[in-house]
């Protein structure tokens, strides 16, 4: 929703302020520039980035849109699930495994849909607890294992955003590639009298203006905002990260989630009260 309002307030301002200095709106209506800007924009896409990527970018593009970012009641979600696996493995390892190699069909992680819907967390979930439930390894190589796999899962989905800001920063090229065919076109009417020169001029000017514009005012700020989108569900992987390294240490299931509770960014952490009332209440269910 934000990125829509900012939307409107950088067109309200750019167009109003050029009518309010006399501008005619008309002028800048220009759709052969916007084909040359967007269309080589779309098309030097489609070179530079495979087609996971672009797929990747109409994905983050509209989930940026929406706004998903991860709420409190998610995180707790997330809490609440590391409570239940890791209290289950500490009364017996090996029931564990049923969940973790079949998690759709397990009744512990049926009570949280929104991390049985995140494929990322519920794959670094279950992967890790199968390598400690098949041949456990010490806390510092377990460590490093989640590592590796929070880092590679962030380059992959971080190329989606970078795609988008090269592109951004190719736009006041394209507009400038746009305005220099407006400008060879002008040169073929330097008999046709000065105002159909400058009307000519202006809308090649039109072309930089447009690229410019869609550059910094949308484009880039987009980009911005899948990588901040990326970063805030990331999260999530190192909030179970910490959970799964306490775990390993033999820590109890609540100070696991304790552990896990502190990594939560502090603007959507639950309380201690919260997650302990929680987890009680939980524990009294079944």
């Known amino acids: 929703m934000l990125i829509i309002v900012g939307a409107i307030v950088v067109s309200v301002c750019v167009f109003g302020g050029f009518t309010i200095h006399g501008g005619n709106l008309a002028v800048l209506w220009q759709p052969e520039e916007m084909i040359i800007i967007v269309g080589a924009a779309i098309g030097s896409l489609i070179i530079q980035s495979p087609m996971s990527v672009i797929k990747d970018i109409i994905h983050q593009l509209i989930g940026a849109l929406k706004g998903k970012e991860v709420t409190k009641a998610q995180y707790t979600e997330v809490l609440l699930l590391m409570y239940d696996i890791i209290k289950t493995a500490k009364g017996n390892p090996l029931s564990l495994e049923s969940h973790v190699e079949k998690p759709e069909g397990s009744d512990i992680f049926k009570k949280y849909p929104y991390v049985l819907s995140n494929h990322h967390a519920l794959g670094f979930i279950c992967d890790t607890l199968k390598v400690q439930i098949s041949s456990p390894v010490s806390p510092y190589d377990l460590e490093d294992l989640m590592d590796k796999d929070i880092e590679t899962v962030h380059h992959i989905e971080s190329l989606a955003p970078a795609s988008l800001n090269k592109v951004s920063d190719a736009m006041p090229g394209l507009g400038i590639v746009a305005a220099v065919l407006g400008v060879v076109i002008t040169m073929g009417k330097l008999t046709a009298g000065k105002e159909v020169i400058g009307h000519s001029v202006g809308a090649a000017l039109v072309g930089t203006f447009i690229g410019i514009l869609i550059s910094y005012g949308f484009m880039g700020p987009l980009a911005a905002k899948m990588d901040s989108v990326l970063a805030d569900h990331g999260q999530v992987l190192t909030v179970i990260k910490s959970g799964l390294l306490a775990f390993a240490k033999d ?36």
């Open 251 to 286: 820590c109890s299931p609540k100070v696991c989630v304790e552990f896990a509770r502190r990594t939560i960014p502090p603007a959507v952490r639950p309380s201690f009260e919260e997650v302990d009332k929680a987890t009680s209440g939980a524990k009294a269910a079944a």
